[in-house]
């Protein structure tokens, strides 16, 4: 069930899509800034989700607590995307950087699954769902969801 290469542009949809993407538009334009705690998604019985954004002028990441708990880097602990970046297989990493400069330039979000890698070894199956916040027609930042996905997997 691993994510098969090149990637089709089923995982890209319009913005207009977000309500449907985004949990009924849970994580969207004008959101309180983060953290704003983990959302549990109604159809996947207790899934927590956690939240995240990047604000693309500064590169600063803002992290739920249950996305720190699925890169297991501390709570207290400033998340960096080149930190972030490192735990991914190179594969998932590739694809998920594709998919969001073509996000990021053609204004769409996109819906991924990726493999991390995390102390010890351990393999980590990843849920991305992401969407870019405009500006005057810019994206400012990119914002979503992240959810462990690893039990799909197995």
Partial sequence: MTPREPLALYHSWPLWERGC??????????APPLPVGDMRMPDDGDAIVGVWRCDLRSGRLDWSPEVHRLFDVAPDRA??????????????RSAMERLRDHALRHH?????DVALRI????????RITAAPQLEDG???????TKQDVTAAYR
């Fill in 21 to 30: 993407r985004l949990d009924l538009g849970r994580v969207h334009d004008g």
């Fill in 79 to 92: 998340p960096q995307r080149d930190g972030a970046l490192a735990v991914y297989t190179e594969e998932s």
């Fill in 108 to 112: 769409r979000g996109f819906t991924l």
């Fill in 119 to 126: 102390a010890g070894d351990r393999r980590r199956w990843m």
């Fill in 138 to 144: 810019r994206p400012v930042v990119l914002h979503g």
